[in-house]
């Protein structure tokens, strides 16, 4: 089965360990993704202060080099802040073969108008994005918005009825399970198609 090394890294107030990171790596893991998961100094040293933006993208771009394997795609991303670090090190021109954000943090809840999209256009490299249709640091309408200055390929894949968190309502007829499936088969669709070659 084709590989791709995947360097996580988790949310702001998230762990490497905790369940969503796990759940996403568990999507991921089966359908061709060695999932590398990290944490940022601030996570290690016990602290809730989030380090300073240079401090994050020092930390992803040290981690995701050291497991840089020579053959295989290298991807980059991350649940919510996690993923916010690793699209600016794309952007900045960080050396890998795609970007797998796992809910953007597009803006803060309840702050629709301060959009975390300048840095988006930068992207060259093709891009996975998975949101939830629920998630309120993401509007649907806002993301299809910013996405019109993307030029780099990217995938936009709407989770139905899911949270920040990807969790779903009972209500809604579908489980955390049928979620995680739908992610796995995209991300391996994606990576399929992003590793053809001419």
């Excluded at 993704?33 to 602290?47: A, C, I, L, M, Q």
């Excluded at 994005?129 to 509007?139: A, K, Q, V």
Aim: net charge positive; hydrophobic share 40%; charged share 25%.
């Amino acid at each position: 089965m084709l590989r791709a090394v995947f360097v996580c890294a988790p949310g702001a107030g998230g762990h490497k360990d905790d369940s969503a990171m796990r759940r996403l790596a568990a999507a991921l893991e089966p359908r061709g993704f060695e999932v590398v998961r990290f944490n940022f100094p601030y996570t290690d040293k016990g602290s809730k202060r989030i380090d300073p933006m240079p401090v994050l993208k020092a930390c992803f771009s040290e981690t995701a080099l050291k497991r840089k394997k020579e053959g295989t795609p290298l991807i980059i991303g991350g649940r919510s802040m996690g993923g916010r670090v690793a699209s600016l090190l794309a952007a900045d021109g960080f050396p890998c073969d795609g970007l797998l954000l796992a809910a953007f943090p597009l803006h803060p809840s309840d702050h629709p108008e301060k959009l975390r999209d300048a840095h988006l256009p930068a992207l060259r490299c093709p891009v996975l994005c998975f949101s939830g249709t629920r998630d309120p640091l993401c509007t649907r309408d806002l993301m299809k918005k910013s996405l019109e200055k993307v030029t780099a390929p990217w995938t936009q894949h709407w989770l139905e009825g899911a949270d920040h968190s990807f969790r779903v309502l009972k209500s809604s007829g579908r489980t955390e399970g049928d979620v995680d499936a739908e992610i796995g088969a995209a991300a391996r669709q994606w990576l399929e198609k992003m590793t053809v070659r001419p």
